[in-house]
């Protein structure tokens, strides 16, 4: 039986994950709980129902195609969603509603028909230097599919990338290592205290990993997370450019990019009935970013800042 992955979205002329245009393939799953994640329909490594409140007009279509109950009109007459009950991903209750205020998050999908559609914009990688990248959630968390996907695009001469928090176990990074031509690894926080305290997990083994990749020549460019009074301050910084700097003249190491703070996440948490975690807005301006970004460039790294 072909291998199959659990996808919750696909993204095409992607440009910022990656070297020219690039398809971006979403996977479920995250052994994370940053506080700022964007995408927080892809932590749970199942399927996920997005609900759209304001779009509903409580016609109860959902509720009557629903296998499993997890939609449910209320006493008052309004549409619930039970999240108590776990979605098996069927997609009726998105087929049936007549306003789009659902939207189910999380489709298996097998290695064939995942490159099948990443094959359809191959003029566009072949033109612009671009290619397929791996994200999620975290790919890592499905190292099987990866693997296959990423050796099947590799075959059909597709440059392949994968972004990841590099939370996994040593043997999944070696083999994904294999047949990746670029990791986009981030990097959220040097102190493992602060790191469990803003994830979930700390950080040896993410920085063991990335270790790893530097001195097997395996091409990786950090990607930094950066929220105000987070992990901004001169201390961080000089934490992770120590942490680097065995690795600068290194051809493998392509440079660090800067992922200002965005709130771009925040109306998912509101469809999935979370309530976000970061109170106040922790945004960097201008400065604060020319000033990181010229702390870096003082040690010859090469560094941009990347805007969504």
Known sequence: MERKALIFNIQKYNMYDGPGVRTLVFFQGCPLRCDWCSNPEGQLKRPQVLFKSDNCVNCAACVSVCPVGIHTISAGGT???????????????????PESALAIMGELKTISELVEIIEEDKPFYDTSGGGVTLGGGEVLMQPEAAANLLMVCRQRGINTAIETCGYARPKVIEKVAEF???????????????????????????LGNLQWLLENRCNVKIRMPLLKGVNDGE??????IEFLKPYQDHKNFKGVDLLPYHKMGVNKYNQLDWNYPIKGDPKLSDADLERIEDSIKKYNFPVSVVRH
């Open 180 to 206: 990746t031509d670029l990791f986009l690894f981030d990097v959220k926080h040097m102190n493992s205290e602060r790191h469990h305290e803003l994830t979930g997990v700390r950080n040896e083994m993410i």
């Open 235 to 240: 201390k961080e910084i000089i934490q992770l």
């Open 79 to 97: 549409h619930q969603v039970d999240r108590e009950k776990e979605c098996i991903g069927c997609r009726k209750c998105e087929a049936a509603c």
